[in-house]
């Protein structure tokens, strides 16, 4: 079956430093992956796609990387701020329906 | 422009009673799932709408749940009787597309419903 794995480890980073997040697919070779951010207590909210055919995206502090070869997504958040602390969730599509497949999130949490 | 509202916020229930959940789609998005996160496990498709029709409800744990939109428009999903498992976060999203290989469908969430199962 298709599967997601992210680090179920909370990750800690000190204010400033580059924050890398890893997410790890098998079993399936998605035409995108999404990552979403989710707060404690609130809904997710959608942050970045990356298609297969992109080796990376960028949105201001966030950069994504997508490497069909290891099947693997690779999360940056640069010049990391407090205000970065939260879970961020992987997923992509199921190979011929609707639904999104998530990983189980990795929670970041940056040290002032 | 509201985003996605879901309501109740929190609901505390006995085994055995009946909850009903209710989701307010973005205006004009024709898709609209449900999604469960119990505790310590990953964010888990229930079911996917297209307008008023199921386009996919594999993600039904089993027949206590039930969901419904008519209209098109809100949805609901009623739990009964509901079990001690049923416990956790029920989350609502909509999208103008579909996520397919051909189009990103980004989802938009609402804030979830906790449903807590005594």
């Known amino acids: 079956s298709q599967k997601i794995e992210q680090n179920s480890e909370a990750l800690n980073i000190q204010e400033g430093k580059t924050a890398t997040l890893t997410c790890n697919y098998t079993n399936y070779s998605p035409a995108y992956l999404q990552w979403y951010r989710q707060d404690p207590g609130r809904g997710p909210v959608f942050l970045l796609l990356i298609r297969e055919n992109e080796k990376e995206k960028r949105k201001e502090r966030l950069k994504v990387t997508f490497d069909t070869t290891l099947k693997q997504s690779l999360f940056h958040i640069t010049a990391s701020q407090p205000a970065d602390s939260a879970t961020y969730l992987c997923?992509?599509?199921?190979?011929?329906?609707?639904?999104?497949?998530f990983g189980q999130g990795t929670t970041l949490q940056v040290k002032p | 422009e509201a985003g996605v509202t879901q309501f109740p916020s929190h609901s505390v229930i006995e085994k055995g009673q009946t909850v009903t959940l209710r989701c307010d789609p973005i205006?004009?998005?024709?898709?609209l799932y449900w999604y469960r996160r119990v505790m310590g496990k990953e964010i888990k498709f229930l079911l996917h709408?297209?307008?008023?029709?199921?386009?996919?409800e594999s993600g039904m744990p089993n027949n206590r749940f039930l969901a419904e939109r008519t209209g098109g428009t809100y949805s609901t999903l009623k739990v009964q009787p509901a079990e001690l498992e049923d416990s956790g976060v029920y989350f609502c999203?909509?999208?103008?597309?579909?996520?397919?290989?051909?189009?990103?469908?980004?989802?938009?969430f609402g804030e979830g419903s906790r449903l807590t199962v005594l």
């Open positions: 709408f297209v307008k008023e029709s199921k386009q996919d």
């Open positions: 205006s004009g998005h024709d898709n």
């Open positions: 997923a992509h599509p199921s190979s011929n329906t609707g639904k999104l497949i």
């Open positions: 999203a909509s999208s103008h597309h579909t996520p397919t290989s051909a189009n990103t469908g980004e989802l938009f």
